[in-house]
């Protein structure tokens, strides 16, 4: 799910990463918002918020916004600045190095908040989008701009779009494909629902608080440990039979 790019990539891997990244963004979304009442895999809000604020020349109260705003474009070019460094080196899968600083940021929130009473809740909401900025960049050059996990509103007007075409078979033939398009965006969609009502019950039914932000981490890193393992099993599986099959 990791692994494939390009022409190699399929359907099926785009549902099992959508699936992954959407559920732990839903968590991140709920808790950043339950913690701090901010959103936190998105800057659509901010950007009008931070627009209004100038607007009623309250420069300094719209700086935050901004700092919002360029934590999340820090993030993703971040992201895409590791992927194009060390896309040369074929042994290394080069999108586990965003996802592993991404979980890394996740869990370090989480386990500073046991500790340390949270002075600058500012810095963490800055950290969240730094952090979903990665997710947003590198699953948007994993898949070819196919996926998006992190933000519901282009996703439910390319599903509103799709749909609309399958009312007109002349104009939209590839029939397939178009399906293939609405059952991604529903995937997606339900994804990130499904981990926002997991979010909702573990901060406040458990009383995790932001501790739930490791179930997220946890959820990232267990994809990568299953991506590497199921591969690392093709291969062996591939190896075998070429020893057993030399011609």
């Given amino acids: 799910m990791f692994r494939h790019q390009g022409k190699s990539r399929t359907l099926k ?35 009008a918020l931070f627009i209004y604020d100038l607007a009623n020349f309250e420069f300094w109260k719209g700086t935050i916004y901004f700092l919002y705003i360029f934590s999340f474009l820090l993030g993703s070019f971040a992201s895409s600045f590791l ?20 979980s890394l940021i996740l869990i370090s929130i989480a386990i500073t908040s046991n500790f340390i009473e949270i002075a600058y809740p500012n810095f963490i909401v800055c950290a969240m989008l730094f952090a979903m900025g990665l997710q947003n960049s590198f699953v948007t050059k994993i898949s070819n701009a196919v996926v998006r996990t992190t933000h519901l509103t282009g996703l439910f007007t390319d599903l509103g779009i799709d749909l609309s075409h399958l009312l007109f078979p002349e104009s939209h033939p590839d029939r397939a494909k178009l399906k293939e398009n609405i059952k991604l965006r529903i995937y997606i969609i339900s994804s990130f629902f499904i981990g926002g009502l997991i979010g909702g019950f573990f901060y406040s039914e458990v009383h995790l608080k932001l501790n739930t932000l490791i179930l997220a981490a946890l959820i990232l ?27």
């Fill in 13 to 47: 891997h785009n549902l099992q990463i959508a699936t992954v990244l959407s559920l732990a963004a839903g968590i991140i979304n709920v808790t950043g918002f339950l913690s701090f009442k901010q959103l936190t895999t998105n800057v659509t809000g901010h950007f």
């Fill in 83 to 102: 992927i194009e460094k060390y896309r040369v080196n074929k042994k290394l899968n080069v999108f586990v190095i965003p996802t592993l600083i991404e």
């Fill in 221 to 247: 890193l267990s994809s990568l440990f299953y991506d590497d393992f199921r591969y690392q099993l093709i291969k062996t599986k591939r190896k075998y039979n070429q020893r057993k099959n030399p011609n």
